[in-house]
T-cell receptor
Framework: AQSVTQLDSQVPVFEEAPVELRCNYS??????LFWYVQYPNQGLQLLLK??????LVKGINGFEAEFNKSQTSFHLRKPSVHISDTAEYFC????????????FGQGTRLTINP | EAGVAQSPRYKIIEKRQSVAFWCNPI?????LYWYQQILGQGPKLLIQ????????DSQLPKDRFSAERLKGVDSTLKIQPAKLEDSAVYLC??????????????FGDGTRLSIL
């Protein structure tokens, strides 16, 4: 079975500061990795995904994430955040073989202060 | 491209009543998912359809929850009778290709259910 741990439930950051949201996963088989964002009263939107190849993945809205197989991590970063980045961020994994079944972390609430 | 449509957006019922949610996936998407998202938690998969067949319903509380996807397009999720712990947002998602873990899922805005 797979599991995902997001190490911070809340992250407050000042506008234009850098941010890192941490994600660790556990799986006995190879997985795909995803980051989703959820704005208030909305569904989830895909930010980026790691399938294979380069371990540094770039996504929408200036976000990027780095896959580290030895540390089983997939941390999300942005060099300079904006007020509009205030949202809940979810890390998720899916096994490579067979139909996709996403397992989500608990989420990290990112709050941007002016 | 129209997104995943869900209705209603909000629903308030008393415990032991029944409720139903509706989802219309993106046109042509073979796979449809229902998730339960309890406040402060990540979404949890309830049931997954591929066309009109069930792929995974291992986490669906079958004594009170049921779901169907007639004709392989839209889907309904029902709770009968509802319990207080069913208060959550119910999210529907769809993806294009069945059997491919790399496919991104597209989510609707969800139905927020409150049980009194």
């Amino acid at each position: 079975a797979q599991s995902v741990t997001q190490l911070d439930s809340q992250v407050p950051v000042f506008e234009e500061a850098p941010v890192e949201l941490r994600c660790n996963y556990s799986s006995s088989v190879s997985v795909y990795l995803f980051w989703y964002v959820q704005y208030p009263n909305q569904g989830l939107q895909l930010l980026l995904k790691y399938l294979s190849g380069s371990t540094l993945v770039k996504g929408i809205n200036g976000f990027e994430a780095e896959f580290n197989k030895s540390q089983t991590s997939f941390h999300l970063r942005k060099p300079s955040v904006h007020i509009s980045d205030t949202a809940e961020y979810f890390c998720a994994v899916s096994v490579i073989q067979g139909a996709q079944k996403l397992v989500f972390g608990q989420g990290t609430r990112l709050t941007i202060n002016p | 491209e129209a997104g995943v449509a869900q209705s209603p957006r909000y629903k308030i019922i008393e415990k032991r009543q029944s409720v139903a949610f509706w989802c219309n996936p993106i046109s042509g998407h073979a796979t449809l998912y229902w998730y339960q998202q309890i406040l402060g938690q990540g979404p949890k998969l309830l049931i997954q359809f591929q066309n009109n067949g069930v792929v995974d319903d291992s986490q669906l509380p079958k004594d009170r929850f049921s779901a169907e996807r007639l004709k392989g397009v839209d889907s309904t999720l029902k709770i009968q009778p509802a319990k207080l712990e069913d208060s959550a947002v119910y999210l529907c998602a769809s993806s294009l290709e069945p059997g491919q873990g790399s496919q991104p899922q597209h989510f609707g805005d969800g139905t927020r259910l409150s049980i009194l």
